[in-house]
Protein backbone atom coordinates (compact mmCIF):
# COMPACT_ATOMS: atom_id res chain seq x y z
CA UNK A 1 0.00 0.00 0.00
CA UNK A 2 1.32 3.38 -1.10
CA UNK A 3 1.65 6.00 1.93
CA UNK A 4 -0.93 8.29 0.23
CA UNK A 5 -4.83 7.27 0.47
CA UNK A 6 -6.90 8.23 -1.62
CA UNK A 7 -9.16 9.40 0.28
CA UNK A 8 -6.36 12.29 1.81
CA UNK A 9 -8.10 13.60 -1.72
CA UNK A 10 -11.27 14.29 0.00
CA UNK A 11 -9.87 15.33 3.21
CA UNK A 12 -7.55 18.47 1.34
CA UNK A 13 -11.23 19.34 -0.36
CA UNK A 14 -13.04 20.31 2.50
CA UNK A 15 -13.89 23.76 1.81
CA UNK A 16 -12.72 23.65 -1.77
CA UNK A 17 -14.77 23.47 -4.92
CA UNK A 18 -14.72 20.21 -6.87
CA UNK A 19 -16.18 18.23 -9.53
CA UNK A 20 -17.87 15.09 -9.05
CA UNK A 21 -18.94 12.83 -11.77
CA UNK A 22 -22.27 10.58 -10.98
CA UNK A 23 -22.99 7.35 -12.60
CA UNK A 24 -25.43 8.03 -16.04
CA UNK A 25 -23.34 10.88 -16.87
CA UNK A 26 -24.93 13.80 -14.08
CA UNK A 27 -21.93 15.97 -13.04
CA UNK A 28 -22.35 18.56 -10.03
CA UNK A 29 -19.42 21.55 -9.21
CA UNK A 30 -19.77 23.36 -5.57
CA UNK A 31 -18.00 23.52 -2.29
CA UNK A 32 -17.57 20.33 -0.68
CA UNK A 33 -18.74 20.68 2.98
CA UNK A 34 -19.28 17.17 4.00
CA UNK A 35 -18.34 13.21 3.25
CA UNK A 36 -18.12 9.99 5.22
CA UNK A 37 -16.53 6.73 4.10
CA UNK A 38 -19.44 5.47 2.10
CA UNK A 39 -18.29 8.53 0.31
CA UNK A 40 -21.73 10.39 0.53
CA UNK A 41 -20.58 13.74 -0.33
CA UNK A 42 -22.59 17.32 0.40
CA UNK A 43 -21.93 19.92 -1.61
CA UNK A 44 -22.38 24.17 -1.18
CA UNK A 45 -23.67 26.22 -3.90
CA UNK A 46 -23.44 23.41 -6.49
CA UNK A 47 -24.39 23.60 -9.62
CA UNK A 48 -25.44 20.48 -12.01
CA UNK A 49 -23.01 20.51 -15.23
CA UNK A 50 -24.09 19.61 -18.71
CA UNK A 51 -21.46 19.59 -21.48
CA UNK A 52 -18.98 21.88 -19.36
CA UNK A 53 -22.20 24.46 -19.44
CA UNK A 54 -24.21 25.58 -15.78
CA UNK A 55 -27.70 23.71 -16.04
CA UNK A 56 -29.22 25.02 -13.18
CA UNK A 57 -27.81 25.93 -9.01
CA UNK A 58 -29.24 23.52 -6.49
CA UNK A 59 -27.61 25.33 -3.66
CA UNK A 60 -26.71 22.40 -0.89
CA UNK A 61 -26.62 19.04 -2.31
CA UNK A 62 -26.00 15.47 -0.74
CA UNK A 63 -24.79 13.03 -3.56
CA UNK A 64 -25.21 9.31 -2.18
CA UNK A 65 -21.31 7.77 -2.48
CA UNK A 66 -22.29 4.59 -4.77
CA UNK A 67 -23.77 6.78 -7.21
CA UNK A 68 -20.23 8.43 -7.48
CA UNK A 69 -17.64 7.71 -10.29
CA UNK A 70 -14.80 10.51 -9.50
CA UNK A 71 -14.25 13.27 -7.77
CA UNK A 72 -11.83 16.41 -8.92
CA UNK A 73 -10.30 19.44 -7.21
CA UNK A 74 -11.03 22.41 -9.67
CA UNK B 1 -13.43 12.56 9.02
CA UNK B 2 -14.75 16.64 9.11
CA UNK B 3 -17.18 17.59 11.74
CA UNK B 4 -19.94 18.08 9.58
CA UNK B 5 -21.61 15.22 8.27
CA UNK B 6 -23.79 13.92 4.94
CA UNK B 7 -26.51 12.69 7.78
CA UNK B 8 -26.90 16.41 8.50
CA UNK B 9 -28.42 17.50 5.66
CA UNK B 10 -31.37 14.75 5.96
CA UNK B 11 -31.94 15.71 9.51
CA UNK B 12 -32.20 19.34 8.85
CA UNK B 13 -34.56 18.92 5.63
CA UNK B 14 -37.22 17.19 7.95
CA UNK B 15 -40.60 19.03 7.21
CA UNK B 16 -38.70 20.92 4.57
CA UNK B 17 -38.90 20.55 1.11
CA UNK B 18 -36.13 18.85 -1.24
CA UNK B 19 -35.91 17.65 -4.49
CA UNK B 20 -34.42 13.78 -4.91
CA UNK B 21 -32.58 12.58 -8.21
CA UNK B 22 -33.02 8.79 -8.64
CA UNK B 23 -31.24 6.40 -11.06
CA UNK B 24 -32.72 6.58 -14.18
CA UNK B 25 -33.18 9.88 -14.55
CA UNK B 26 -36.72 10.48 -12.27
CA UNK B 27 -37.08 13.16 -10.07
CA UNK B 28 -39.10 14.22 -6.96
CA UNK B 29 -39.56 16.83 -5.29
CA UNK B 30 -41.98 17.11 -2.17
CA UNK B 31 -41.89 17.68 2.17
CA UNK B 32 -39.13 15.23 3.59
CA UNK B 33 -41.37 13.74 6.51
CA UNK B 34 -38.98 9.88 7.21
CA UNK B 35 -35.78 8.92 6.30
CA UNK B 36 -33.64 5.96 7.80
CA UNK B 37 -29.91 4.83 7.37
CA UNK B 38 -30.33 3.60 4.18
CA UNK B 39 -31.41 6.52 2.78
CA UNK B 40 -34.95 4.96 2.21
CA UNK B 41 -36.76 8.27 2.26
CA UNK B 42 -40.48 9.82 2.78
CA UNK B 43 -41.95 12.40 0.65
CA UNK B 44 -45.28 14.30 1.71
CA UNK B 45 -47.00 16.25 -1.53
CA UNK B 46 -44.88 14.53 -3.42
CA UNK B 47 -44.54 15.67 -7.51
CA UNK B 48 -42.74 13.96 -10.12
CA UNK B 49 -40.11 16.46 -12.28
CA UNK B 50 -39.75 15.98 -15.89
CA UNK B 51 -37.18 18.68 -16.99
CA UNK B 52 -38.05 21.21 -14.66
CA UNK B 53 -42.01 20.80 -14.89
CA UNK B 54 -44.07 19.03 -12.71
CA UNK B 55 -45.62 15.89 -14.48
CA UNK B 56 -48.11 14.60 -11.65
CA UNK B 57 -48.84 14.55 -8.17
CA UNK B 58 -48.10 11.26 -6.03
CA UNK B 59 -49.40 12.49 -2.59
CA UNK B 60 -46.96 10.34 -0.02
CA UNK B 61 -44.18 8.62 -1.65
CA UNK B 62 -41.77 5.98 0.14
CA UNK B 63 -37.93 6.14 -1.98
CA UNK B 64 -36.22 3.07 -1.75
CA UNK B 65 -32.55 4.24 -0.21
CA UNK B 66 -30.47 2.52 -3.32
CA UNK B 67 -32.29 4.44 -6.16
CA UNK B 68 -31.34 7.62 -4.59
CA UNK B 69 -28.84 9.77 -6.54
CA UNK B 70 -28.75 13.05 -4.63
CA UNK B 71 -31.19 15.10 -1.93
CA UNK B 72 -31.17 18.96 -2.51
CA UNK B 73 -33.40 21.14 0.53
CA UNK B 74 -34.95 23.64 -2.57
CA UNK C 1 -33.10 9.56 12.99
CA UNK C 2 -36.97 10.96 12.86
CA UNK C 3 -39.37 9.46 15.27
CA UNK C 4 -41.39 8.65 11.52
CA UNK C 5 -39.99 5.57 9.62
CA UNK C 6 -40.22 5.14 5.91
CA UNK C 7 -41.45 1.58 6.41
CA UNK C 8 -44.48 3.13 8.38
CA UNK C 9 -45.43 3.82 5.17
CA UNK C 10 -45.49 0.37 3.79
CA UNK C 11 -46.86 -1.05 7.19
CA UNK C 12 -50.62 1.75 6.99
CA UNK C 13 -50.65 0.29 3.06
CA UNK C 14 -51.62 -2.80 3.70
CA UNK C 15 -55.08 -3.24 2.04
CA UNK C 16 -54.83 -0.52 0.40
CA UNK C 17 -54.39 0.49 -3.33
CA UNK C 18 -50.57 1.69 -3.71
CA UNK C 19 -48.68 2.32 -7.29
CA UNK C 20 -44.93 1.12 -7.26
CA UNK C 21 -42.39 1.89 -9.85
CA UNK C 22 -39.74 -0.39 -10.53
CA UNK C 23 -36.28 -0.06 -12.17
CA UNK C 24 -36.56 -0.56 -16.37
CA UNK C 25 -39.65 2.08 -15.72
CA UNK C 26 -42.36 -0.50 -15.07
CA UNK C 27 -44.92 0.60 -12.63
CA UNK C 28 -47.78 -1.48 -11.37
CA UNK C 29 -50.95 -0.33 -9.32
CA UNK C 30 -52.42 -2.83 -6.86
CA UNK C 31 -53.40 -3.67 -3.02
CA UNK C 32 -50.76 -4.40 -0.66
CA UNK C 33 -51.10 -7.66 0.70
CA UNK C 34 -47.65 -8.42 1.88
CA UNK C 35 -44.39 -7.07 2.29
CA UNK C 36 -40.67 -7.69 4.19
CA UNK C 37 -38.02 -6.06 5.27
CA UNK C 38 -36.43 -6.78 1.68
CA UNK C 39 -39.15 -4.73 0.05
CA UNK C 40 -40.32 -7.93 -1.49
CA UNK C 41 -44.20 -6.65 -1.97
CA UNK C 42 -47.01 -9.03 -2.97
CA UNK C 43 -50.44 -7.12 -4.62
CA UNK C 44 -53.50 -8.29 -5.00
CA UNK C 45 -55.57 -7.14 -8.11
CA UNK C 46 -52.30 -5.55 -9.87
CA UNK C 47 -52.25 -3.89 -12.79
CA UNK C 48 -49.13 -3.05 -14.99
CA UNK C 49 -49.57 0.85 -16.08
CA UNK C 50 -47.43 2.68 -18.58
CA UNK C 51 -47.64 6.28 -19.55
CA UNK C 52 -50.70 6.61 -17.08
CA UNK C 53 -52.89 3.78 -18.97
CA UNK C 54 -53.51 0.41 -17.83
CA UNK C 55 -51.59 -2.04 -20.29
CA UNK C 56 -52.67 -5.69 -18.45
CA UNK C 57 -54.16 -7.46 -15.40
CA UNK C 58 -51.78 -9.43 -13.40
CA UNK C 59 -54.30 -10.76 -10.36
CA UNK C 60 -51.70 -11.74 -7.47
CA UNK C 61 -47.92 -10.39 -8.19
CA UNK C 62 -44.91 -10.76 -6.23
CA UNK C 63 -42.21 -7.86 -6.90
CA UNK C 64 -38.48 -8.45 -5.72
CA UNK C 65 -37.47 -5.58 -3.26
CA UNK C 66 -34.48 -4.51 -4.89
CA UNK C 67 -36.35 -3.57 -7.60
CA UNK C 68 -38.25 -0.86 -6.55
CA UNK C 69 -37.51 2.30 -6.91
CA UNK C 70 -40.57 3.95 -5.53
CA UNK C 71 -43.95 2.98 -3.16
CA UNK C 72 -47.22 5.83 -3.25
CA UNK C 73 -50.25 5.08 -1.64
CA UNK C 74 -52.89 6.19 -4.02
CA UNK D 1 -44.95 -6.96 9.71
CA UNK D 2 -47.90 -8.36 8.28
CA UNK D 3 -48.56 -11.54 8.86
CA UNK D 4 -48.94 -12.72 5.26
CA UNK D 5 -45.54 -13.20 3.35
CA UNK D 6 -44.21 -12.20 0.37
CA UNK D 7 -42.58 -15.89 0.05
CA UNK D 8 -46.09 -17.29 0.54
CA UNK D 9 -46.53 -16.53 -3.17
CA UNK D 10 -43.85 -18.65 -3.93
CA UNK D 11 -44.52 -21.53 -1.94
CA UNK D 12 -48.46 -21.44 -3.20
CA UNK D 13 -47.05 -21.12 -6.57
CA UNK D 14 -45.03 -24.94 -6.52
CA UNK D 15 -46.45 -26.96 -9.38
CA UNK D 16 -48.40 -24.36 -10.79
CA UNK D 17 -48.10 -21.82 -13.74
CA UNK D 18 -46.41 -18.68 -13.07
CA UNK D 19 -45.27 -15.62 -15.21
CA UNK D 20 -41.47 -14.27 -14.46
CA UNK D 21 -40.34 -11.03 -15.39
CA UNK D 22 -36.62 -10.61 -15.45
CA UNK D 23 -34.06 -7.49 -15.60
CA UNK D 24 -33.56 -6.19 -19.79
CA UNK D 25 -37.42 -7.09 -20.28
CA UNK D 26 -37.27 -11.02 -20.40
CA UNK D 27 -40.12 -12.76 -19.40
CA UNK D 28 -40.46 -16.67 -18.61
CA UNK D 29 -43.82 -18.46 -18.20
CA UNK D 30 -44.01 -22.06 -17.12
CA UNK D 31 -44.98 -24.31 -14.04
CA UNK D 32 -42.79 -23.50 -10.55
CA UNK D 33 -40.79 -26.73 -9.51
CA UNK D 34 -38.38 -25.21 -7.33
CA UNK D 35 -37.04 -22.09 -5.37
CA UNK D 36 -34.96 -20.84 -2.66
CA UNK D 37 -34.45 -17.95 -0.07
CA UNK D 38 -32.36 -16.32 -3.08
CA UNK D 39 -35.41 -16.36 -5.54
CA UNK D 40 -33.80 -18.20 -8.10
CA UNK D 41 -36.52 -20.36 -9.57
CA UNK D 42 -37.03 -23.39 -11.56
CA UNK D 43 -39.69 -23.27 -14.38
CA UNK D 44 -40.80 -26.98 -15.94
CA UNK D 45 -42.26 -26.51 -19.56
CA UNK D 46 -41.09 -22.94 -20.11
CA UNK D 47 -41.91 -20.69 -22.42
CA UNK D 48 -40.07 -17.46 -23.15
CA UNK D 49 -42.71 -14.73 -23.96
CA UNK D 50 -42.45 -11.42 -25.83
CA UNK D 51 -44.90 -8.78 -26.18
CA UNK D 52 -47.29 -11.33 -24.95
CA UNK D 53 -46.25 -13.73 -27.53
CA UNK D 54 -44.48 -17.09 -27.18
CA UNK D 55 -41.10 -16.49 -28.62
CA UNK D 56 -39.83 -20.41 -28.30
CA UNK D 57 -40.34 -23.17 -25.48
CA UNK D 58 -37.15 -23.73 -23.44
CA UNK D 59 -38.15 -26.88 -21.24
CA UNK D 60 -36.86 -26.59 -17.79
CA UNK D 61 -35.05 -23.73 -16.95
CA UNK D 62 -33.14 -22.18 -13.90
CA UNK D 63 -33.65 -18.32 -13.25
CA UNK D 64 -30.99 -17.01 -11.22
CA UNK D 65 -32.67 -14.98 -7.97
CA UNK D 66 -30.97 -11.52 -8.68
CA UNK D 67 -32.32 -11.20 -11.93
CA UNK D 68 -36.01 -11.60 -10.98
CA UNK D 69 -37.91 -8.59 -11.13
CA UNK D 70 -41.44 -10.04 -10.63
CA UNK D 71 -43.40 -13.43 -10.07
CA UNK D 72 -47.16 -14.08 -10.78
CA UNK D 73 -49.40 -16.51 -10.64
CA UNK D 74 -51.39 -16.78 -13.86
CA UNK E 1 -38.82 -24.33 1.34
CA UNK E 2 -39.89 -27.29 -1.44
CA UNK E 3 -37.53 -30.38 -1.24
CA UNK E 4 -36.58 -30.05 -5.09
CA UNK E 5 -33.91 -26.95 -5.00
CA UNK E 6 -32.69 -24.90 -8.15
CA UNK E 7 -29.30 -26.23 -7.71
CA UNK E 8 -30.14 -29.82 -8.66
CA UNK E 9 -30.71 -28.50 -12.25
CA UNK E 10 -27.11 -27.30 -12.24
CA UNK E 11 -26.33 -30.54 -10.75
CA UNK E 12 -28.09 -32.83 -13.32
CA UNK E 13 -26.92 -30.90 -15.95
CA UNK E 14 -23.41 -31.68 -15.30
CA UNK E 15 -21.61 -32.97 -18.70
CA UNK E 16 -24.99 -31.89 -20.40
CA UNK E 17 -25.68 -29.77 -23.12
CA UNK E 18 -27.24 -26.38 -21.81
CA UNK E 19 -28.25 -22.76 -22.90
CA UNK E 20 -27.18 -20.40 -20.31
CA UNK E 21 -27.81 -16.11 -20.87
CA UNK E 22 -25.97 -13.59 -19.43
CA UNK E 23 -27.07 -9.97 -19.12
CA UNK E 24 -26.51 -8.12 -22.10
CA UNK E 25 -28.36 -10.40 -24.01
CA UNK E 26 -25.40 -12.64 -24.73
CA UNK E 27 -26.44 -16.22 -24.52
CA UNK E 28 -24.06 -19.96 -24.69
CA UNK E 29 -24.31 -23.25 -25.52
CA UNK E 30 -22.35 -25.82 -24.56
CA UNK E 31 -21.70 -28.84 -22.32
CA UNK E 32 -21.54 -28.08 -18.48
CA UNK E 33 -18.24 -29.24 -17.47
CA UNK E 34 -18.30 -27.61 -13.71
CA UNK E 35 -20.08 -25.06 -11.55
CA UNK E 36 -19.70 -23.97 -8.04
CA UNK E 37 -22.35 -22.18 -5.35
CA UNK E 38 -21.59 -18.70 -7.08
CA UNK E 39 -23.06 -19.88 -10.40
CA UNK E 40 -19.44 -19.76 -12.08
CA UNK E 41 -20.09 -22.24 -14.60
CA UNK E 42 -17.43 -23.40 -16.97
CA UNK E 43 -18.95 -24.67 -20.43
CA UNK E 44 -16.92 -27.20 -23.12
CA UNK E 45 -17.63 -26.99 -26.83
CA UNK E 46 -19.32 -23.51 -26.02
CA UNK E 47 -20.72 -21.63 -28.82
CA UNK E 48 -22.00 -17.67 -28.53
CA UNK E 49 -25.62 -17.53 -30.12
CA UNK E 50 -27.25 -14.41 -31.76
CA UNK E 51 -30.54 -14.72 -32.15
CA UNK E 52 -30.66 -18.81 -32.47
CA UNK E 53 -27.87 -19.03 -34.43
CA UNK E 54 -24.02 -20.00 -33.79
CA UNK E 55 -21.94 -16.61 -34.00
CA UNK E 56 -18.80 -18.47 -32.90
CA UNK E 57 -17.12 -21.24 -31.17
CA UNK E 58 -15.12 -20.54 -27.90
CA UNK E 59 -14.16 -23.76 -27.13
CA UNK E 60 -14.16 -23.90 -23.53
CA UNK E 61 -15.19 -20.72 -21.50
CA UNK E 62 -15.79 -19.53 -17.91
CA UNK E 63 -18.83 -18.04 -17.31
CA UNK E 64 -18.97 -15.81 -14.12
CA UNK E 65 -22.27 -15.94 -11.59
CA UNK E 66 -23.61 -12.94 -11.44
CA UNK E 67 -23.81 -12.42 -14.92
CA UNK E 68 -25.92 -15.14 -14.99
CA UNK E 69 -29.38 -14.62 -16.02
CA UNK E 70 -30.49 -17.89 -17.05
CA UNK E 71 -29.72 -21.76 -17.77
CA UNK E 72 -31.45 -24.39 -19.35
CA UNK E 73 -30.90 -27.53 -19.95
CA UNK E 74 -31.33 -28.12 -23.81
CA UNK F 1 -20.98 -30.45 -6.10
CA UNK F 2 -18.84 -31.51 -9.03
CA UNK F 3 -15.45 -32.50 -8.82
CA UNK F 4 -13.25 -30.21 -11.85
CA UNK F 5 -14.20 -26.28 -10.04
CA UNK F 6 -14.49 -23.59 -12.38
CA UNK F 7 -11.72 -21.74 -10.93
CA UNK F 8 -9.53 -24.89 -12.73
CA UNK F 9 -9.97 -22.64 -15.96
CA UNK F 10 -8.33 -19.99 -14.43
CA UNK F 11 -5.63 -21.95 -13.46
CA UNK F 12 -5.19 -23.64 -16.64
CA UNK F 13 -5.10 -20.79 -17.84
CA UNK F 14 -1.58 -18.98 -16.47
CA UNK F 15 1.30 -18.02 -19.23
CA UNK F 16 -1.62 -18.66 -21.83
CA UNK F 17 -3.78 -16.31 -24.33
CA UNK F 18 -7.38 -15.74 -22.92
CA UNK F 19 -10.18 -13.71 -24.50
CA UNK F 20 -12.16 -11.93 -21.80
CA UNK F 21 -15.33 -10.33 -22.13
CA UNK F 22 -16.27 -7.35 -19.84
CA UNK F 23 -19.61 -5.37 -19.34
CA UNK F 24 -20.39 -3.37 -21.80
CA UNK F 25 -19.35 -5.40 -24.45
CA UNK F 26 -15.31 -4.69 -24.21
CA UNK F 27 -13.22 -7.80 -24.47
CA UNK F 28 -9.87 -8.32 -24.43
CA UNK F 29 -7.10 -11.01 -25.21
CA UNK F 30 -3.85 -11.24 -23.70
CA UNK F 31 -1.42 -13.50 -21.71
CA UNK F 32 -2.98 -14.09 -18.19
CA UNK F 33 -0.13 -13.12 -15.98
CA UNK F 34 -2.09 -12.90 -12.95
CA UNK F 35 -6.00 -13.85 -10.96
CA UNK F 36 -7.16 -13.70 -7.77
CA UNK F 37 -10.18 -14.67 -5.69
CA UNK F 38 -12.29 -11.91 -7.33
CA UNK F 39 -11.51 -12.73 -10.93
CA UNK F 40 -9.58 -9.65 -11.03
CA UNK F 41 -7.50 -10.16 -13.39
CA UNK F 42 -4.01 -9.60 -14.95
CA UNK F 43 -3.40 -9.76 -18.90
CA UNK F 44 0.10 -9.38 -20.41
CA UNK F 45 0.41 -8.25 -24.45
CA UNK F 46 -3.44 -7.44 -24.54
CA UNK F 47 -5.43 -6.53 -26.92
CA UNK F 48 -8.90 -4.44 -26.80
CA UNK F 49 -10.64 -6.62 -29.70
CA UNK F 50 -13.72 -5.43 -31.64
CA UNK F 51 -16.05 -7.02 -33.57
CA UNK F 52 -13.44 -9.80 -34.10
CA UNK F 53 -10.81 -7.05 -34.91
CA UNK F 54 -7.81 -5.96 -32.62
CA UNK F 55 -8.36 -2.16 -31.71
CA UNK F 56 -5.73 -1.47 -29.92
CA UNK F 57 -2.66 -2.71 -28.06
CA UNK F 58 -2.84 -2.37 -24.47
CA UNK F 59 0.24 -4.09 -23.17
CA UNK F 60 -0.38 -4.77 -19.43
CA UNK F 61 -3.58 -4.65 -18.12
CA UNK F 62 -5.50 -5.23 -14.46
CA UNK F 63 -9.48 -6.42 -15.03
CA UNK F 64 -11.19 -5.99 -12.40
CA UNK F 65 -13.17 -8.81 -11.24
CA UNK F 66 -16.57 -7.47 -10.51
CA UNK F 67 -16.86 -6.40 -14.49
CA UNK F 68 -15.92 -9.45 -16.36
CA UNK F 69 -18.75 -11.94 -17.91
CA UNK F 70 -16.28 -14.53 -19.32
CA UNK F 71 -13.17 -15.80 -19.82
CA UNK F 72 -12.18 -18.09 -22.20
CA UNK F 73 -8.76 -19.79 -23.34
CA UNK F 74 -8.21 -19.57 -26.90
CA UNK G 1 -3.22 -18.69 -6.95
CA UNK G 2 -0.09 -17.94 -8.40
CA UNK G 3 2.63 -16.17 -7.66
CA UNK G 4 1.84 -13.19 -9.19
CA UNK G 5 -0.94 -11.01 -7.72
CA UNK G 6 -3.27 -8.58 -10.06
CA UNK G 7 -2.63 -5.64 -7.30
CA UNK G 8 1.32 -5.94 -7.89
CA UNK G 9 0.07 -3.99 -11.48
CA UNK G 10 -1.06 -1.17 -8.92
CA UNK G 11 1.39 -1.39 -6.48
CA UNK G 12 4.44 -1.02 -9.83
CA UNK G 13 2.06 1.29 -11.62
CA UNK G 14 2.33 4.12 -8.61
CA UNK G 15 3.94 7.34 -10.16
CA UNK G 16 3.73 6.35 -13.08
CA UNK G 17 1.35 6.90 -16.32
CA UNK G 18 -1.67 4.34 -16.41
CA UNK G 19 -4.99 4.45 -18.53
CA UNK G 20 -8.45 4.02 -16.50
CA UNK G 21 -11.57 3.17 -17.92
CA UNK G 22 -14.60 2.98 -16.46
CA UNK G 23 -18.19 1.59 -15.64
CA UNK G 24 -20.43 3.93 -18.77
CA UNK G 25 -17.29 3.98 -21.09
CA UNK G 26 -15.14 6.65 -19.37
CA UNK G 27 -11.56 6.69 -19.37
CA UNK G 28 -8.76 8.57 -17.46
CA UNK G 29 -4.90 8.64 -18.26
CA UNK G 30 -2.79 10.06 -15.18
CA UNK G 31 0.02 9.67 -12.77
CA UNK G 32 -1.00 7.30 -9.97
CA UNK G 33 -0.64 9.38 -6.78
CA UNK G 34 -2.27 6.57 -4.65
CA UNK G 35 -4.67 3.43 -4.60
CA UNK G 36 -6.33 1.57 -2.19
CA UNK G 37 -7.70 -1.93 -1.30
CA UNK G 38 -11.62 -1.37 -3.08
CA UNK G 39 -9.19 0.04 -6.25
CA UNK G 40 -10.10 3.75 -5.97
CA UNK G 41 -7.86 5.48 -6.90
CA UNK G 42 -5.87 8.88 -7.69
CA UNK G 43 -4.10 10.19 -10.69
CA UNK G 44 -2.23 13.25 -11.01
CA UNK G 45 -2.39 15.38 -14.40
CA UNK G 46 -5.51 13.53 -15.13
CA UNK G 47 -6.76 13.87 -18.88
CA UNK G 48 -10.17 12.51 -19.69
CA UNK G 49 -9.74 10.57 -23.25
CA UNK G 50 -12.75 10.27 -25.56
CA UNK G 51 -11.57 8.06 -28.55
CA UNK G 52 -8.50 8.05 -28.27
CA UNK G 53 -7.93 12.01 -28.11
CA UNK G 54 -7.74 14.46 -24.98
CA UNK G 55 -11.33 16.19 -24.49
CA UNK G 56 -10.26 17.86 -21.49
CA UNK G 57 -7.51 18.37 -18.48
CA UNK G 58 -8.45 17.27 -14.86
CA UNK G 59 -5.75 17.76 -12.43
CA UNK G 60 -5.63 15.23 -9.58
CA UNK G 61 -8.62 13.15 -9.69
CA UNK G 62 -10.09 10.60 -7.18
CA UNK G 63 -11.76 7.09 -9.15
CA UNK G 64 -14.54 5.37 -6.96
CA UNK G 65 -13.39 1.71 -7.19
CA UNK G 66 -16.67 0.12 -7.92
CA UNK G 67 -16.37 2.01 -11.68
CA UNK G 68 -12.99 1.00 -12.70
CA UNK G 69 -12.88 -1.63 -15.63
CA UNK G 70 -9.15 -1.54 -16.21
CA UNK G 71 -6.14 -0.34 -15.47
CA UNK G 72 -3.29 -0.09 -17.91
CA UNK G 73 0.60 1.40 -17.67
CA UNK G 74 1.48 3.14 -20.45
Redesign the interface.
Same mark, same amino acid.
Given at each position: ??E???? +? @???SS?NNTV?I??? $???E?RGVM??? +? @?H????LDN?EQIVN $?EVK?G?????????????????
Open positions: MPKRPF +D @VLNLVGLK $GGVFAAY +D @VMNIVA $GRMGTILLRGDSVIYISPS
